[in-house]
């Protein structure tokens, strides 16, 4: 005589995968964009998969801009169990502008004082920014004396990072002779012996410096 009863095992998959953690980036921006991230996805492994497919948001080779993003890796079975990790993506600009080099400049001077001398202000670049025009001094527009005097040129970019400075020579010159006025008229005269006294008002001369 015999009896029977029955029971059922179920052998389920509930236990995530395990997912390793990526470092921390940081990358120098390239653009005004910000800059390509390239890295490897995390690896995951799974007590039961022998393989386990790791999806990263924002995916390698996206563009991240200025500043700090997390990206989010997911690591999941085939059960359908997943597990995750983060790690930051920071984007920096530490790259000063640079600025054009400028050719001396020289002007003739227009009185004691020397002269007015107008130039234009050299182009800057940036990898962030783009183009600008540099900040010299003495400005363009001011007296410059005789002599040399030199122009120094600064650039910041938004981040604060300064360029190297570039530098030129003013040079004022005077080149212009003096002018020669009120010359006496031809003289003629009747010899009174034989030397004959003569007697003129010298003339006068003008500077524009002097």
Do not use: K, R
């Not at 393989?51 to 690591?75: I, M, N, R, W, Y």
């Not at 002269?115 to 050299?122: E, N, Q, R």
Request: proline letters at 8%; charged letters at 10%.
């Amino acid at each position: 005589n015999s009896a029977s009863s029955s029971f059922n095992v179920t052998v389920q998959d509930t236990t995530p995968p395990t997912i390793t953690d990526n470092a921390d980036m940081v990358l120098e921006a390239t653009g005004p964009s910000g800059a390509v991230a390239t890295f490897s996805n995390p690896t995951a492994t799974d007590i039961v998969d022998t393989s386990v497919d790791v999806a990263c948001l924002p995916a390698s080779g996206s563009t991240f801009a200025l500043g700090t993003a997390t990206v989010t890796c997911t690591a999941t079975d085939d059960s359908g169990n997943s597990a995750s990790s983060s790690f930051n993506v920071t984007v920096q600009d530490t790259t000063p502008p640079t600025i054009d080099p400028h050719d001396d400049v020289t002007q003739e001077a227009t009185g004691p004082d020397g002269a007015i001398v107008s130039y234009s202000s050299p182009a800057t670049h940036d990898a962030v920014d783009g183009a600008g025009t540099a900040s010299c001094l003495p400005a363009s527009g001011s007296q410059f004396a005789l002599g040399n005097t030199t122009v120094t040129c600064n650039a910041s970019d938004a981040a604060g990072n300064a360029a190297t400075a570039t530098t030129f020579v003013v040079h004022v010159v005077d080149t212009t002779p003096p002018t020669i006025e009120n010359v006496p008229a031809d003289i003629t005269l009747e010899a009174t012996g034989p030397s004959t006294p003569v007697s003129w008002t010298d003339p006068t001369a003008t500077d524009l410096v002097d």
